[in-house]
Structure formats: C-alpha cells, structure tokens
C-alpha cells in the first residue's frame, strides 16, 4: 500500500509539476509555439493563432490573437478569441469572447457548421463583437451578442437554453438599409420568445415584441414612429424587399401603433397620419386587406386618394368575418364635412348616420369613388341621413344642372336593389335653395317621399318656375310584379319649353300653360306601359309659339315633330291653340286641341310610337 501512495503521489506531484511549467511557459514568448504543439493537437480540425496570451493571475483563461481554424471543407477567421474555463464545471466554458469574425451564409461556400464539436460542449456565455453576417440578399455589418447557456447538442449550430441579444450597427435587407438594430429574446418552447426588437429605417423607428416559432410571427406589440415614404425609389426598396418574406410565415399583430406615419405615392399620399390598429393578420395566401378581425383607429392632418384631399380625416372602425363596422368617420372634403358610421357586408349596408355639410358635388368628382368601391350591395338602409347646404354641378352642354342650397333628410330609409334601386321604407324629404336644370330656372324645389314597405306615396313635389309653380304627387307599388303606379299633376304658368328641355321629348314650344292631370299604369317594362296607360290632362296655352315648317297645315307640322328624319329649317309662329285635352284608355291616347282652329289626336302607343294627327 505504500508504494501504492507513493506512486499516486508521485503521478499527481508530476501532473501539478507539468501544469505548472506549462504554465510557466505560457508566460515567455513560447506560449504560441507550446500551444500550436500541446493544445492544438486535442481539438478536431486545425486551429492557429499569431499570439497567444495567459497570464497566471487567470489561470483559467486564454486569449488567441489572429486566431484560424480549419476543418474540412470551412475555413474560420477572426481578430481575437477569448476563453475561461468554469472552475466548478470543468470541463465547461465559462465565457467564450470572439471579435471580429465573419460568417458567410451564401451559397458561394460550404454552409458553415459546428458538427466538428462534440454533443456535451457547454458554453456558459457566448460573446461575439465587430461581427459581420452575409446571406443572400442581406447582410449584417459591426453585430454584437450576447447568448447565455449555449451547447452543442445534436443540432450543427448548437441551442441557446437563456438569453439571447443582438446588436446591429447597420442591416441590408435586399436593398433597405436598417441601422441600431437590437433584438432580446429568450428561447420557448416552440420558438422565441421576443422581448424586445427595434431597429431604424432612414428617419423611422420601428420597435415590437412577441414570439416567433416556424410558419408564425405573433407580434403582441409594434410601434412605428416618423416613417416617410416619399419617392418612388423608396416605394420600389419596400416592395422588392417584402417580396422576400417567406412565404410559409404568417404575420399576426395584437396591437400596432403608427405615429406620424407620410407617404406620396401614385394612388396615395397621407400626411401626419397616427393610426392605431389591433388584430392585424398578414398571410402569403391572402391579401393584406383581409383581416377578419380588425380594430382600428386613426387621423391624419389630410389625405389623398383617387384625386380627392381629406382634410383632418379621423376614424374608427371594426372588422368582423365579411362586415366593416365604422364607428365614426368624419372629414373635411371640398370645403365641407362629412361624416357617417354604421355597418358595412357585400350583401347590405347598414348607414346608422350620414352628414354632409358644405359640400360641392358633381358627377367628375364622384366617378373616381364610385368606381373604386366594391360593388353595391342588394340593400341598403339610412337610419339617419342630413345632407345640409350642399351644391350640385353637372355642367355638360348638352345638359347643364346647377343646385345650390340642397337640404336632404332622411328617416329610416331602406333601398333593395333588383333590376333598379328601389325604395321600400322610410321617410325622404328634399329642397334647394334654386336650381338652373338645363336652362330652366327654378325657386325652392321640394319633395317628400315617403315608403312603406314597398309603397310608395310621393306626398309632395313643388317646382317654383320664375312666374309659376308646378304641384305633383304620386303612388306605386314595388310588391307587385306589375308595378303599379298613379301620378296627379296641377301646374300653372308653367314653361312649354320644359318638355323638350328636360325629357327630350319633340315638342318645339315655347310660351307658358296651366295644367292639370291625373295618371295611372304599370311600369314593368315598356310593353306594360304601353298598354296600361290610363289618365286625362287638361292644358290651358298662355302665348304659345312653335317652331314649324312654314309651307304646312297644321296637323303636318305637329305630325312633323315627331318623325324620326332630320327637320328642315323651322321658323317661330304663333300657336293657334289655347285649349288641350287628353284622355288616355289601356295606352289608346286622345285629344284635340282647340284654339283658332281644332286639331285631334289619336295615338295607340302599343302599336305605334307616331301620333296620328288631322
């Protein structure tokens, strides 16, 4: 048994003796040498340094300069590498330090890997600084990180178990330049767990927080602050560089807040805009419009879109399966304001309040927002609908309208659409101030409408003319296939110009007339019309002219206007009738007119669009 302990004391004295001339050594200039010869040998691959620095004050530490290691095909280069032992856990690493070191992702080497490591390589703290990343199409420059409890496991780049942050002076994703990126994160179960990642794009700060684990980026939290899109170039950086998300991932934000957010584009340029916005969901499949469960809230000192400015634009809104549900929506637009909520599906629109006040309209305005909507629902329904002081412009030559002062109120409107819009429920009255329509001037139209399921009563329609006035109401019913209708009319002085200049119809007078009259028929179709045409009119001509072929009778000339050949040169005369009397039976028409002389009219429009006259 003594020489039993000698020998182990001899052998631990000899192994005490080595470490510390090994020790010793590395303290001359022969400690890269010694460890090119003793240390080197035990690792797989090649590994060399330019320097080598211990000192015995740490005697469980290391440090390689120009350190280089190969193994096989890989090829590892950096400016200095830094190692301590942990000395309750030999043989773990307590921290590893590597500067400067350049990693190349692309497809131009041999992909890089740890596989040379055994499995149980345990690293308490991995430290890299000055570390440059290249992939395809990107690349990190100057990164530091730091990853707490790495091994090697079966995995060829090893698992982080703790902490892992990310330092990146400047990132090129596919031509946008991204700078002070940070990310810290810490490993789950499935993925990453993202505390904290902010990063800056020209003059905008982006900073979010979630989880990632393959196929899903969950963001609970993205805050996007002064982002400025403001040329073309910028526009293109952007959408070749989101062409490049993986289209396997899908993009889910609890909560995203942009503030301050300015954009020129083609179609759209927004100014100052803040927008806050919870449940946003973006997948390769869909569009990024689809977002079945989204909440909104935003405003903007204006915006810009389809040739339109909005001035202090300002909205809520929801989005539930297929209906946008719009809190509030105001604006100012063309010197006026508008502003509507309610619920919005393709199959029906649920308006609960629409205003516009001040606004100036016309049919040039109009078009570029009507064409950019979906298409329109099959019904729609205004609770509560104020349009007050607005203007109407149509001023083509061969039609010009002009409206001013237009009050519009509404009271729990409902209108289905079929072959044409038709008014079901609700109550509809409408004024104007004036209106010029095709030359004809009128003081303080009005209407009023009323609709009862699918009956409709026209209780009023006035028509103030510069020395008259025009009373008409009205009935039909949408419930029937046939659509029946009536329509009491009782005028006077009233312009003879209005027929021609309003409905088209051949009727060349001018000069004024009383009128009164009640009518009645179907108006399915035009063949319903015709033969359902049932009234009497009564017209009383004040100072009638006509304009008509001089070298013919007057039952020619009258016949004339509704020929169909191009007219001959016309002149103005004085129209001999100061009486017209019309009686229409299942579309066969009457009348006679009678004045200086006597003229009878007889016209079945079922068979014949021309009046016979004699």
Not at 9 to 30: D, E, G, M, P, Q
Not at 146 to 170: C, F, I, M, N, T
Not at 191 to 218: D, E, I, K, T
Request: contains cysteine; aromatic residues 10%; proline residues 6%.
């Amino acid at each position: 048994m003594r020489i039993l302990a000698k020998l182990f004391a001899s052998f631990f004295i000899l192994c005490v003796t080595a470490l510390l001339v090994l020790a010793v050594l590395f303290h001359t200039r022969y400690s890269t040498a010694l460890f090119h010869h003793v240390v080197s040998p035990w690792l797989p691959g090649d590994l060399s340094a330019k320097q080598v620095v211990y000192h015995w004050r740490q005697p469980l530490s290391l440090t390689l300069t120009k350190p280089s290691y190969r193994v096989g095909p890989q090829h590892w280069q950096a400016d200095r590498l830094r190692v301590q032992l942990d000395a309750t856990r030999l043989p773990r690493i307590h921290w590893l330090r590597i500067d400067g070191l350049a990693i190349d992702l692309t497809e131009s080497t041999p992909p890089p890997s740890l596989e040379m490591l055994p499995a149980s390589v345990q690293i308490g703290r991995v430290l890299f600084n000055d570390l440059d990343l290249i992939g395809q199409g990107w690349q990190a420059r100057h990164v530091s990180a730091q990853l707490d409890e790495w091994q090697k496991g079966d995995s060829p780049w090893g698992s982080v178990r703790g902490r892992a942050q990310w330092e990146a002076k400047h990132i090129d994703w596919h031509g946008l330049t991204l700078s002070h990126a940070l990310l810290d994160a810490t490993p789950s179960p499935k993925g990453w767990q993202l505390n904290g990642l902010s990063f800056q794009w020209q003059r905008a700060a982006f900073s979010a927080q979630g989880q990632w684990q393959p196929g899903v980026l969950a963001l609970s939290q993205l805050t996007i602050s002064n982002a400025i899109v403001d040329s073309e170039q910028t526009q293109q950086q952007l959408r070749e560089a989101l062409s490049h998300w993986p289209s396997d991932t899908q993009l889910t934000i609890d909560r995203a807040d942009v503030r301050q957010l300015s954009a020129e584009t083609d179609r759209l340029s927004v100014n100052a805009l803040t927008l806050s916005a919870e449940q946003l969901m973006f997948s390769p499949q869909s569009p990024w419009w689809h977002q079945p469960q989204l909440r909104a809230s935003f405003n903007a000192d204006y915006i810009r879109w389809q040739g339109h400015t909005w001035e202090q634009p300002l909205g809520e809104l929801e989005r539930r399966g297929d209906n946008w549900i719009v809190n509030q929506l105001t604006s100012q637009w063309h010197e006026g304001f508008i502003a509507i909520s309610g619920q919005f599906s393709p199959q029906a629109w649920q308006i609960d309040r629409l205003r516009a006040n001040g606004l100036t309209l016309s049919r040039e305005r109009l078009s570029p927002l009507i064409s950019a909507l979906p298409d329109w629902p099959h019904h729609i329904v205004v609770t509560d609908l104020s349009l007050k002081h607005n203007e109407w412009l149509a001023l083509s030559p061969q039609f010009p309208v002009k409206v001013d002062g237009i009050d519009i109120d509404g009271r729990d409107l409902r209108v289905s659409r079929d072959q044409q819009w038709q008014l079901r429920d609700g109550t509809l009255t409408a004024s104007a101030s004036y209106a010029s329509i095709n030359q004809q001037w009128l003081a303080e139209p009005y209407l009023r409408l009323e609709a009862n399921d699918g009956h409709v009563n026209l209780r009023q329609l006035l028509l103030g003319f510069p020395d008259g006035q025009l009373a008409a109401s009205g009935q039909w019913n949408y419930n029937t296939p046939s659509l029946p209708w009536s329509f009491q009319v009782d005028g006077l002085n009233v312009p003879l110009s209005l027929y021609q200049s309003w409905f088209n119809w051949p009727l060349p007078l001018s000069g004024f007339h009383d009128l009164q009259g009640q009518w009645s028929g179907l108006a399915s179709d035009t063949e319903s019309f015709n033969v359902g045409l049932s009234g009497t009119l009564a017209a009383t001509l004040l100072d009638g002219h006509a304009d008509v072929m001089p070298d013919k009778g007057w039952p020619a000339r009258i016949s004339e206007w509704f020929q169909k050949t191009p007219a001959k040169q016309r002149q103005s005369q004085s129209f001999p009738f100061a009486q017209l009397s019309l009686k229409a039976d299942r579309g066969d028409i009457t009348g006679i007119l009678q004045g200086e002389t006597s003229v009878s009219i007889d016209w079945p429009i079922y068979q014949t669009a021309t009046p016979r006259v004699r």
